[in-house]
């Protein structure tokens, strides 16, 4: 069963099982994107400076707006424009040349896994033609540009720190590297990459059923439960003190995706999906506000992990300029509901979390390119 792709116009083929493809790409029945569709028919004329930045690379890229672009598609006509310069059009081809012989690895939740989708398949548009691979072996999942020796990966660990089996119980380590054979894989896969990129905080809050563990650890201790906002803080702690101890800032480059923005409203009958049958952009002067409300206290702590690791590392800030896309989650299309669900979705799983493909993904990674090679 295939692995598709719908970017440049049409549909991309690459072979590999159909347990994979149940992970991978679940909003490809979507149009194209009319940004994707640009991507392989659009060239400019590289320069290493973004057009009407300051000298320093001084604008900031992800404070502006968005701008129609192509009128003959719905919720994917879009284009961010940084209020104080343009960004370069996403170059598949300079990327797979100037990453060849390289490793890039997305760690992470699903968000991440959304990036990483994305980036495979607008490279892959790029080189349509050029044999490429998948290996999966979970957590770990690679897609390989032969011709070019590039490795996309994605590793999947929504906290960034273990989950440990004590006396038959699931224990969130959120302070402190365990010693297991498991740990040691996930510490030289990532060790081995040039570009790393990782993604947490959602998982943090989940409770119920979604919770994925039975008891927290730190500093040697198990709690049922604590704050959830200090136990994702000393989860960030243990991620930087493994940066700064493992990460070669000459050989890597470090990135950490912002908390990406939901949509959805509690209300005393349920939570709603706010991206159900949305079409256009969150407008007014207060655009943002509620969809970043619930992911301030995580962003607050991300950007302060940031800044005291000894190595450095970029902020994909992703968080403002998503906040105003809730037409762009695959709400009820997510493949969750029929269609006579579709028409009537009350209390079902409509899902204002993810991202369809094509779509915003597209744009991170569009930032993710500028920040790599034009604000280095």
Known sequence: MPFL?????????VA????????????????????????????????????????????????GGWLY????????????????????????????????????????????RNQWESLVCVLHAAAPQSPAQLVSVDPLYSYKFLEYGLVVSFYRAPYLV????????????????????????RGTARRGADVLSFNSGHWWTHTGA???????????????????????????????????????????????????PTHYRTLKSG??????????????????????????????????????LKNPARLLNITALSALRKDAHPSVYSGGLTPAQRANPAGGPVDCSHWCLPGLPDTWNQLFYTLLFFYQ
């Not at 104080?84 to 060849?100: H, Q, V, W």
């Not at 989950?163 to 040691?184: E, F």
């Open 16 to 63: 590999v099982s159909s347990f994979v493809l149940g992970l991978l790409l679940y909003a490809l029945s979507l149009p194209a994107s009319a940004f994707a569709i640009g991507l392989t028919r659009h060239r400019h004329h590289r320069k290493d400076v973004l057009p009407g930045a300051a000298p320093s690379g001084g604008c900031d890229v992800f404070s």
């Open 5 to 13: 792709c719908k970017y440049g116009g049409g549909f991309l083929a």
């Open 210 to 260: 979604l919770q994925g563990w039975d008891y927290m650890g730190a500093d040697g201790r198990y709690y049922e439960d604590m704050d959830r906002m200090v136990a994702f803080q000393c989860g960030m702690a243990t991620w930087a003190n493994w940066v700064d101890l493992n990460v070669d800032p000459v050989k890597t480059r470090v990135f950490f995706q912002s908390m990406s």
């Open 69 to 112: 672009g192509r009128q003959d598609s719905d919720y994917l006509r879009y284009r961010w424009k940084p209020a104080g310069c343009e960004l370069p059009r996403f170059d598949g081809a300079d990327f797979l040349t100037r990453m060849k012989g390289k490793t890039v690895m997305f760690v992470g939740d699903s968000l991440g």
């Open 271 to 308: 939570v709603i999906g706010l991206s159900q049958r949305m079409t256009a952009l969150v407008a007014g002067p207060n655009a943002t506000t509620t969809a970043q409300a619930a992911t301030t206290g995580q962003n607050q702590v991300i950007q302060s992990t940031l800044r005291s």
């Open 162 to 185: 273990d989950i440990d089996m004590a006396q038959r119980k699931k224990v969130l380590v959120c302070y402190g590297w365990t010693t297991s054979r498991r740990t040691a894989r």
